[in-house]
């Protein structure tokens, strides 16, 4: 569902959607199509562009659809009433509409389709316009039922996210894998949209992600995290923390390792994705101290009531990590951080490349040239687009969408399909609110990706302290 959301949203407008079949029409021309429908009906839709209607059976047919056909029923109809077609015809032009891609036998009606409505007075170019607009149908030419059964899931969730994004939010994160977007991108869109994320803690998470109190005066909760992005972090041994912590907080990692009675790897999997640092104060390297000093072996009976606590956390001062090495062990254990955006760090090396953020990219004027650069979160090259490639890069300010036309494809295939971060070099295209980068250049920054660690946007103690050596890891999601 994160796809009927978030992908529709990506390439309309905002708007106030008055009747129910207003939602069918924005997700029917959400769909991938080369018949000229998708412009001229928005601009209508926004009073831009007069509907026009040659004769009033045509109107009769495409009126709520602003004189676009948009269904397989209008175009049958258009066929039968402007331009003579038996039903029996009329229904051969839809068939031959939903096998188009494969067979291409909506041409053999063009002749019959033009010469009907010539003979019917409307004009050859109205005639062509239409035959065009049908042709481009391919393989995306729906029932107007089917667009409203997607409508009215579509509809539903972007309800649910507007009214209730905290547990839109924790719905989506605990259905992964699944959608259009990793929970990183997901987590920072409810942030943006003034929802609380609280981390992953041994002493309040579940293996899901929750709605947390106390509820905020506008409704909202605050969304904790769930230990089942932890990677590594088996549900059993999730399972029996949660049972044992019941309503007493764990007091130490040795109290955890103790009642729990998890081995000593589970509890490394926690520490390394810092879920020690909320509920105990403990740092990643505090916690994984502690967690040496445990002993993996069974315990004796009654052995908790005489045991020596020998296992307690250290006493001694550990130095902190950098900010830049805490996103990346919180990418690589978690998928995504609560900290700074990776790309913040790497900002002094792409200024020296002349290259802007995504955010002044969308406040530019169209067709301006510039470069960006940010994490590849999406690849999509759908078969309806004929080669072309759309991508979304992420920095530390928003995502913007690449478009990748064939020619400059083959040329940066393995840059395209291989690459972490990309940096481009394109011209803006806007329409409205709608903002994508068409491609002239693209270079591999993957390489940037693996000096974040060693980096610090705040006061550090030890600049002298050793180089991390751990890689950033973005995986991208592809479409095809």
Same mark, same amino acid.
């Given at each position: ?53 040659? !004769? ?42 939903? !096998? ?10 063009? !002749? ?24 481009? @149908? ?24 507007? !009214? ?180 913040? @760090? ?65 040329? @940066? ?68």
């Amino acid at each position: 569902m994160t796809v009927s959301v978030h992908f529709a949203g990506a390439k309309i407008r905002r708007r106030k959607i008055r009747q129910c079949n207003q939602c069918d029409l924005l997700h029917r021309k959400g769909r991938p199509h080369k018949g000229d429908m998708v412009h001229p009906y928005l601009r209508r839709r926004a009073g831009q562009e007069k509907e026009i209607y040659p !004769t009033p059976e045509l109107e009769k047919v495409l009126r709520k659809t602003l004189g676009i056909p948009l269904f397989q029923e209008q175009v049958m109809q258009v066929a039968m009433v402007c331009a003579g077609f038996s039903a029996s015809e009329a229904d051969q032009l839809r068939r031959a509409m939903a !096998t188009f891609k494969n067979t291409g036998t909506v041409s053999r009606f063009r !002749t019959r389709l033009i010469e009907g409505m010539t003979a019917r007075g409307y004009p050859e170019t109205f005639a062509k316009r239409i035959f065009q607009q049908l042709e481009g @149908f391919g393989s995306y030419g729906f029932p107007e039922s089917h667009a409203a059964s997607f409508a009215i899931l579509a509809y539903s969730s972007s309800w649910m996210k507007c !009214t209730h994004p905290d547990v839109f939010l924790a719905a989506l994160l605990n259905s992964q894998p699944m959608g259009f977007y990793a929970p990183a991108q997901l987590v920072r869109d409810a942030r943006e949209h003034g929802v609380e994320i609280r981390p992953v803690c041994i002493n309040a998470s579940r293996w899901d992600s929750t709605p947390e109190g106390p509820e905020r005066d506008d409704g909202l909760f605050a969304v904790r995290l769930g230990m089942n992005l932890v990677k590594g972090l088996a549900n059993e041994d999730a399972a029996r923390i949660v049972a044992a912590r019941g309503d007493r907080p764990f007091a130490s990692v040795d109290d955890l390792w103790r009642r729990a009675g998890v081995k000593g790897a589970a509890l490394t999997h926690l520490a390394e994705a810092d879920a020690f640092r909320p509920g105990l104060g403990l740092a990643r390297r505090e916690a994984l101290w502690a967690i040496k000093a445990l002993r993996d072996e069974p315990l004796p009976l009654f052995a908790a009531a005489a045991v020596v606590r020998e296992a307690e956390e250290p006493d001694v001062l550990l130095q902190p990590m950098r900010d830049g090495a805490e996103v990346a062990r919180d990418y690589n254990r978690t998928g995504l951080t609560l900290r700074d955006h990776p790309v913040a @760090f790497l900002r002094p090396d792409l200024i020296e490349r002349g290259m802007v953020t995504c955010r002044q990219a969308f406040e530019a004027r169209d067709r301006s040239s510039l470069s960006v650069a940010g994490l590849v979160l999406v690849r999509q090259r759908p078969g309806s687009a004929e080669g072309v490639v759309f991508m979304t890069l992420e920095d530390e300010t928003a995502a913007i969408n690449v478009i990748i036309w064939p020619d400059m494809f083959e040329r @940066f295939r393995r840059v395209v399909l291989s690459g972490q971060m990309l940096g481009v070099v394109g011209r803006l295209q806007k329409e409205g609110e709608v903002v994508h980068l068409v491609t002239r250049e693209i270079v591999d920054l993957s390489f940037l990706l693996a000096d974040v660690g060693n980096r610090s946007l705040h006061d550090f103690s030890d600049p002298e302290q050793g180089r991390l050596r751990e890689n950033i890891v973005v995986k991208a999601r592809n479409f095809h």
